[in-house]
């Protein structure tokens, strides 16, 4: 690649010559935008997704949809288009809305981009005991970009739970970073409705500092290309649930990619992803645990599983473990098919019609991903939010 | 009322039944007797209509009207049950939920009114006791984590709790013991009456003590050899299959 010259699309045309010059600048123009050649995104050819021109978003122009997820009494923070919305704010908790911090992030060069918006701000210092729901809202067929920054202080509790509801085209780019102390712990649900003309990129960074413990789902039903990327750093005796459920219909896509560095002794992870693809939809798993020889007593397991339910669709998974430390316990396990034949013949004999058994079985399969979500009333919705989209 | 014609059913391409008949009145039970892979499961699935058993001719009446070509869920609420010779287990099913939805749907493909949650579980509860099953079993997914002879149990359950019209019961007796076959036993005798009829499966003259057949049929090589009436079973276990599958040779 190096020194290959690139020529630009339309659309990387526009947004570089847009962006200040800087590092940021210089690292997106000598590589391009990633896609097929780049070996981290060969599943999600964004360069290609976003070919055509587009311009920056204009101001959201529809009307605030009602939300996929209602978690009871929540701080309600919306991002239209890229523009926070800030509302008034109860005690134990800072919010603040802070200029762009230009940073070159590694191995991350959307991350990077995103870093280019203001900078979102919250911070908790105890138990917080008011779940924070970050709606981020965006139409029309622009491109905007938004950046949290979520700091949970040593032995603070917090509980975020985050949307992206899209309608038309465009592409947003998110980042959100999250720093959890020492013996800090976050519950975080990611969930995001069906968008099928739309792209986007979430990225999320995260660092668990030692003792700390992060429970973390997400919930995602597709769009034209849709790549949900998590980093993580684990220190020493954190403890991490990484789960992901995607349901993919039409033509949708949705790579769900994560990255795990360890880097203390002992940390615990458990990470089970989901996935069903229907008509011509198309899934992406990735998922790697990066062991240094350090990081001894690492206990990680990662499954990723998914039901291919029409000739059409395809699912790509790339499980990894890389280990460099001997005193460890880590397993992946990957599978893909079709639904048990026997079980659908079983059903229908009993009365269900194809398509309630078929209902009956994919709703199975989800739900033990489903099962680890801890809140009664968060899990109800997720499970009616993953049956309403079609099967 | 189950009527069964020239029946010829290939699998893989392979002769599984060849043009076998068999008819069982209303208000009879038939037992079918036979030796390993004659073709006694490839026959119950044909009735139920399982995917890949298409019939290559023959045909298959319920009451005068055909089957074949219906779905298997249609031919369940026309009342055609089978209980299966290895039940699945269903991971991820509530077993209650399921069985709920199920009585619903064929009771809604027959016009009849939907069951209340409150009623069902009353009559789930009753059947389970008479079949065995624990409460704390019946909270697991479907069949999960079952034994074989609780996984017969629970078909049970559902003949019971179906009340079927027609009921095929494939190899019911393998694993269980004395104390279930009667439950077994218990449960069909319960529920013989003029309109409903009873396919028994099965390789052993113990079950037929319990529930005693007005007709036994030796199947072998995909068709019916020898019919006779309930003192076959006797006949069977004292010579075994041989003697009719050589007159058939
Ligand atoms: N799905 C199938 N695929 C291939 N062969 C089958 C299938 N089902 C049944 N058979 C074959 O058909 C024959 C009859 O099987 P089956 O009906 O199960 O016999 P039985 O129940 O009397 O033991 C056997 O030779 C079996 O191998
Ligand atoms: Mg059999």
Redesign the interface.
């Known amino acids: 690649m190096v020194g290959a010259p690139i020529t630009y699309t339309a659309f990387e045309d526009r947004l570089f010559s847009g962006l200040p010059e800087g590092e940021i600048a210089e690292a997106l123009r000598s590589r391009g935008l990633p896609g097929r050649r780049t070996e981290a995104w060969k599943w999600s050819d964004l360069r290609a997704a976003l070919r055509e021109e587009r311009a920056a978003s204009v101001a959201y122009a529809g009307s605030d949809p009602a939300s996929p997820l209602e978690p009871e009494g929540a701080l309600v923070l919306f991002c239209r288009n890229g523009e926070w919305d800030l509302p008034e704010l109860p005690d134990g908790v800072r919010v603040s809305l802070d200029a762009p911090r230009p940073t070159v992030l590694p191995d991350a060069d959307l991350a990077s981009l995103a870093t280019t918006a203001r900078v979102l701000t919250i911070e908790v210092d105890g138990t917080f005991g008011t779940p924070i729901l970050i709606r981020r809202l965006s139409d029309g067929s622009g491109t905007h970009a938004d950046r949290v920054s979520l700091r949970v202080a040593p032995h603070g509790r917090a509980t975020l739970y985050e949307t992206h509801e899209i309608t038309g085209a465009p592409f947003p780019n998110s980042l959100t970073e999250i720093v959890l102390g020492e013996g800090a712990s976050l519950t975080r649900l990611v969930v995001q409705p069906p968008a099928s003309e739309a792209v986007l990129v979430h990225t999320s960074l995260l660092d668990v500092c030692e003792d700390a413990e992060l429970n973390q789902s997400a919930l995602t039903l597709g769009g034209a290309l849709v790549r949900h990327e998590n980093r993580l750093v684990q220190h020493t005796d954190s403890r991490v649930r990484l789960d992901a459920l995607y349901k993919l219909s039409g033509q949708r896509h949705c790579d769900t990619t994560t990255h795990v560095d360890y880097a203390g002794t002992g940390a615990e992870t458990r990470q089970l992803v989901k996935g069903v693809a229907l008509d011509r939809a198309r899934g992406v798993f990735q998922g790697k645990f990066h062991v240094d020889r350090g990081a001894q007593k690492t206990d990680a397991q990662m499954s990723h599983h998914a039901l291919l339910l029409s000739q059409g669709a395809s699912v790509n998974a790339k499980p990894e473990l890389e280990i460099y430390a001997d005193d460890v316990e880590c397993a992946h396990g990957n599978t893909a098919g079709a639904l048990d034949p026997e079980a659908m013949f079983y059903l229908r004999q009993r009365g269900l019609s194809e398509e309630a058994a078929r209902g009956l079985l994919i709703d199975a399969f989800a739900g033990e991903v489903l099962a680890r979500v801890g809140d009664e009333g968060m899990r109800a919705q997720l499970e009616r939010l993953f049956r309403e989209a079609s099967n | 009322m189950l009527n069964i014609e020239n029946l010829t059913v290939e699998i893989e391409g392979n002769p599984i039944l060849d043009s076998l008949s068999l008819s069982v009145p209303a208000g009879e039970v038939h037992a079918i007797m036979g030796p390993n892979g004659s073709g006694k499961s490839t026959l119950s699935y044909t009735v ?4 890949g058993y298409e019939p290559v001719s023959g045909d298959v009446t319920l009451d005068g009207e055909s089957l074949i070509g219906l ?3 249609e ?3 026309k009342g055609v ?2 209980s ?1 010779q290895s ?2 287990a ?4 509530a077993t209650m939920n ?2 709920r ?3 619903n ?2 009771r809604a ?1 027959r016009g009849e009114d939907e069951v209340s949650s409150a009623d069902f579980l009353k009559v789930f509860r009753t059947h389970a006791q008479t079949v065995g099953l624990t409460p704390d079993k019946l909270k697991r ?1 479907f069949n999960d984590g079952f034994s074989g002879g609780e996984k017969k149990r629970m078909e049970m359950l ?1 003949l019971a709790l ?1 009340q079927p019209r027609f009921a095929i019961m494939d190899e019911t007796d393998s694993g269980l013991d004395i104390d279930a076959l009667r439950m077994v036993g218990r449960v069909v005798n319960e529920l013989r009456s003029p309109d409903r009829g009873f396919l028994v499966i099965t390789h052993y003259q113990r079950l037929l003590e319990h529930v005693r057949p007005d007709r036994i049929h030796v199947l072998a090589g995909g068709r019916i050899v020898h019919s006779g009436g309930p003192e076959l079973a006797a006949e069977l276990e004292e010579g075994g299959y041989e003697q009719f599958t050589a007159e058939a040779a």
Do not use: M
């Open positions: 139920a209509g399982r995917p779905e298997p869920d031919r369940a609420a049950f089978l299966f039940p699945v269903i991971p991820g099913v399921f069985l939805t199920a009585l749907a064929q493909a997914p559902q179906f």
